[in-house]
T-cell receptor
């Protein structure tokens, strides 16, 4: 399977609930990034977490990274209808690189029911 | 500061025609990256350019595809003799440093 696989593929929850998405990867990383893509639109960079960090917060977003398990999770608290989108994790390899080295998963499609 | 601009947003071409996709990076950004997203897939890296130089084109198909980022003007991704399999969304990103990119809205190419 490919680097940066999100799980679940699709998630539907009620507005106000928390949404959790997971990402697994295979090789050593320098950092891991989460992006959001609204239907038919471009990607929005949400958060970057480095390999030596375990947790990061940004507003209603909380990202964790477990390098021993090669996995990351994205938690969106108090979800809103506007959070409906596809969420992608992307990894940058330990060998370096930046936005040129991003390996994306297929994404988790999140639907927030009003 | 305007974001990354891409045009056209939608492009329809018949098989065998040429497609030119343009990307204007954010002001002050000299790094440009092109990614392709096939339907229901994640983005796949194609090429990384700095002004007038191709740094990494390891993700570019060997034939029919080319990219440039001239000293003046936008970056261009050119696809010659398009085929149906080229139908995809093409995203460009730019950055000041190499770390992560700001993505544009994408160009959706449809090959008939």
């Amino acid at each position: 399977s490919q680097q940066g696989e999100e799980d679940p593929q699709a998630l539907s929850i009620q507005e106000g609930e928390n949404a959790t998405m997971n990402c697994s990867y295979k090789t050593s990383i320098n950092n891991l990034q989460w992006y959001r893509q609204n239907s038919g639109r471009g990607l929005v960079h949400l958060i970057l977490i480095r390999s030596n960090e375990r947790e990061k917060h940004s507003g209603r977003l909380r990202v964790t990274l477990d390098t021993s398990k090669k996995s990351s999770s994205l938690l969106i608290t108090a979800s809103r209808a506007a959070d409906t989108a596809s969420y992608f994790c992307a990894t940058v390899p330990h060998s370096g690189g930046g936005a040129d080295g991003l390996t994306f998963g297929k994404g988790t499609h999140l639907i927030i029911q009003p | 500061n305007a974001g990354v601009m891409q045009n056209p947003r939608h492009l329809v071409r018949r098989r065998g025609q040429e497609a030119r996709l343009r990307c204007s990076p954010m002001k002050g950004h000299s790094h440009v990256y092109w990614y392709r997203q096939l339907p229901e897939e994640g983005l796949k890296f194609m090429v990384y350019l700095q002004k007038e130089n191709i740094i990494d084109e390891s993700g570019m198909p060997k034939e029919r595809f080319s990219a440039e980022f001239p000293k003046e003007g936008p970056s261009i991704l050119r696809i010659q003799q398009v085929v149906r399999g080229d139908s995809a969304a093409y995203f460009c990103a730019s950055s000041h440093e190499r770390e992560f990119g700001f993505f544009g809205p994408g160009t959706r190419l449809t090959v008939l």
